[in-house]
């Protein structure tokens, strides 16, 4: 469970950004937007392939670049 100690004195904004921060770091966010409907187990593992291959394709065309982008962008 998160928790968020809250001191006298302190303005509600801040202690809202603190218990945002320590929702986000705890992954309570992601947690709910993966229950927010059920997957049956097939349909999470052609789900999970799919984003492997995602990631895979992002880094072999990320390698491909090569060194620094800005040399390349970077025309006068």
């Known amino acids: 469970m998160t928790v ?3 001191r006298d004195g302190d303005p509600v904004e801040k202690a809202l950004r603190k218990f945002r921060r320590k929702v986000e770091q705890a ?4 947690e709910v ?7 049956k187990p097939g349909e999470q593992k052609r ?4 984003e492997a291959q995602r990631r895979r394709f992002k880094s ?5 670049q090569g ?6 962008s970077f025309r006068r």
């Open 4 to 6: 968020v100690h809250v």
């Open 27 to 30: 992954g309570i966010r992601k």
């Open 33 to 39: 937007r993966k229950r927010e409907y059920y997957l």
């Open 47 to 50: 789900k999970k392939e799919r």
């Open 60 to 64: 072999i065309k990320k390698a491909r």
């Open 67 to 72: 060194g620094s982008s800005r040399s390349k």
